[in-house]
């Protein structure tokens, strides 16, 4: 399970980095701010410049997100599988609060990243420990 703090930071609307890498190994990161839980394992990012990103999820299937938070010092990472999607209900929760605050705008598609693995990145003696398997 993932831990209650971790999401609420997820839930928080910070600013978070998306990476990935191709087919050959070659790494992608972005920054996202367009992102939310879709249950207790997926967390849904929406699309609207992506390319090497789209590309590479499509190709490999991998993606991790990162936040950190100023005001408190914490950080974490979520690792897990990942696929690209143009319709669907996942679709549909991302472009609905996309509408909320931006009416004009629609989703290309979204990223739906299904936790494995959860890591805290704060800094201290635990920086980097796996902290949950999902």
Same mark, same amino acid.
């Given at each position: 399970?993932?831990?209650?703090?971790?999401?609420?930071?997820?839930?928080?609307?910070?600013?978070?980095?998306?990476?990935?890498?191709?087919?050959?190994?070659?790494?992608?990161?972005?920054?996202?701010?367009?992102?939310?839980?879709?249950?207790?394992?997926?967390?849904?990012?929406?699309?609207?410049?992506? /390319?090497?990103? %789209?590309?590479?999820?499509?190709?490999?299937?991998?993606?991790?997100?990162? +936040? =950190? $938070?100023? @005001?408190?010092?914490?950080?974490?990472?979520?690792?897990?599988?990942?696929?690209?999607?143009?319709?669907?209900?996942?679709?549909?929760?991302?472009?609905?609060?996309?509408?909320?605050? /931006?009416?004009? %705008?629609?989703?290309?598609?979204?990223?739906?990243?299904?936790?494995?693995? +959860? =890591? $805290?990145? @704060?800094?201290?003696?635990?920086?980097?420990?796996?902290?949950?398997?999902?």
């Amino acid at each position: 399970m993932i831990p209650q703090e971790v999401r609420e930071l997820f839930a928080a609307g910070r600013l978070a980095w998306l990476a990935t890498a191709d087919g050959e190994g070659v790494p992608n990161v972005a920054p996202m701010l367009q992102y939310w839980w879709a249950d207790e394992k997926t967390i849904v990012v929406g699309d609207l410049f992506m /390319k090497a990103t %789209k590309a590479n999820v499509e190709a490999t299937g991998k993606a991790c997100l990162a +936040v =950190y $938070d100023e @005001s408190s010092d914490k950080s974490y990472k979520l690792k897990g599988r990942a696929r690209y999607e143009t319709s669907g209900p996942l679709y549909d929760l991302a472009q609905g609060e996309l509408a909320k605050r /931006k009416p004009d %705008k629609k989703f290309k598609g979204v990223v739906a990243l299904r936790v494995r693995s +959860v =890591y $805290d990145l @704060s800094r201290g003696p635990r920086a980097g420990a796996l902290i949950a398997e999902v």
